[in-house]
């Protein structure tokens, strides 16, 4: 087996010659465009992606720059594989630190195989673990990231998503702090979304849809509660793995229940089964926060310009005072919501309230 040092050296270089093969690729997307030889399916979703960057920066006052003015062919599927890993009885992530970016809470592979091979080691440690797919990253700004091939051709509504939530990332990004930069750029992108669809003529969710995301989310959360509770009690370490389990299988029981009647449900079925420390903390990393942003962005006037000056000034602060600001905001955003009622994990029966 390698020492940490080797296998250090090896994620650098494995990063290093994934991310220059993907520069090296870069085909301009405007002479794609004009080209006759270019697709007419791709055509189209170039020409969105154009559409989507002009909203970015003349609308979000997003840095939008040269990042995805060209489109980059993958050899296969996905851009790389990220890994995410948790302690047995924990809910925190293992935190993995790099120059310039500072610490963060997973780990990315542009080759499979190297991810699975850390995956199996972090399993052998006792770690929960899980390891996805990634379409797209953003490099924050270091080089300017093309579109992939890996997400070119989603609907326009989930390209525009990606995007503003990537280029998000090149306007504010705090080292260290997965959780504050992933549900800050996941606001940013939930905030513009409306406003994108309407002047685009694309319809909103249905209510069903978003129904059936919220009564997921409401299970996920219950499961997250229970699982800390059962983490912090003082029950030995074998009642602790037996009760860990008996929710996770409870969690499962209840979306099924849930879930009946539902179309189109593969996607929430398939976090559901894989649910395990590292799938909850993952949740948590890019959710958790949102509501937090999505109040300080109502408390800026709804001004771009000015809520970004205040993220900024957020993030400035000590971690710790940066914590307790954003739960208070959590808590202000918490206050003026409607209460969502949908079954939960506090009953034998999975339908009681939970809010």
């Avoid at 840095?63 to 995410?84: C, H, K, M, R």
Wanted: proline share 4%; charged share 25%.
């Amino acid at each position: 087996m390698p020492t940490a040092g080797c296998e250090t050296v090896h994620f650098y270089s494995q990063a290093a010659t994934g991310q220059l093969k993907i520069l090296a690729g870069r085909k301009s997307i405007d002479r794609l465009v004009v080209d006759g030889e270019t697709d007419a399916k791709l055509k189209l979703q170039l020409e969105w992606v154009r559409a989507i960057r002009s909203y970015a920066a003349g609308e979000l006052h997003l840095p939008v720059g040269s990042a995805y003015s060209e489109f980059t062919q993958l050899d296969g599927e996905y851009a790389l594989w990220n890994l995410i890993a948790a302690p047995e009885f924990s809910l925190s992530p293992k935190r993995w630190c790099y120059p310039i970016a500072g610490c963060a809470s997973y780990r990315g592979y542009f080759d499979k195989a190297d991810a699975e091979t850390q995956a199996g080691r972090l399993r052998a440690e006792g770690y929960d673990v899980y390891l996805g797919p990634v379409p797209a990253y953003s490099t924050l700004g270091w080089f300017d990231d093309p579109v992939l091939s890996s997400f070119v051709s989603w609907k326009p509504e989930r390209l525009a998503g990606l995007l503003f939530h990537e280029l998000a990332h090149r306007r504010v990004y705090i080292a260290g702090d997965t959780r504050f930069n992933e549900s800050f750029a996941t606001a940013v992108s939930r905030i513009a979304l409306p406003d994108w669809r309407r002047r685009n003529g694309i319809p909103a969710p249905g209510v069903k849809n978003v129904a059936q995301a919220r009564r997921v989310n409401g299970l996920m959360v219950a499961a997250r509660k229970q699982l800390q509770s059962i983490y912090k009690s003082d029950l030995s370490d074998s009642e602790k793995r037996e009760r860990k389990q008996a929710t996770l299988q409870k969690l499962r029981r209840c979306y099924r229940e849930a879930s009946v009647g539902w179309v189109e449900d593969e996607k929430f079925s398939r976090m559901i089964e894989k649910t395990n420390n590292a799938t909850l903390a993952l949740v948590s990393e890019y959710q958790s926060q949102v509501p937090a942003f999505m109040q300080l962005y109502e408390d800026s006037g709804r001004d771009w310009n000015a809520f970004y000056g205040a993220v900024e000034r957020l993030g400035a602060l000590p971690k710790e005072e940066r914590k307790a600001r954003l739960k208070a905001l959590s808590g202000r955003a918490q206050d003026s919501s409607k209460k969502v009622t949908g079954p939960s994990l506090q009953s034998d029966t999975c339908m009681s309230a939970a809010n």
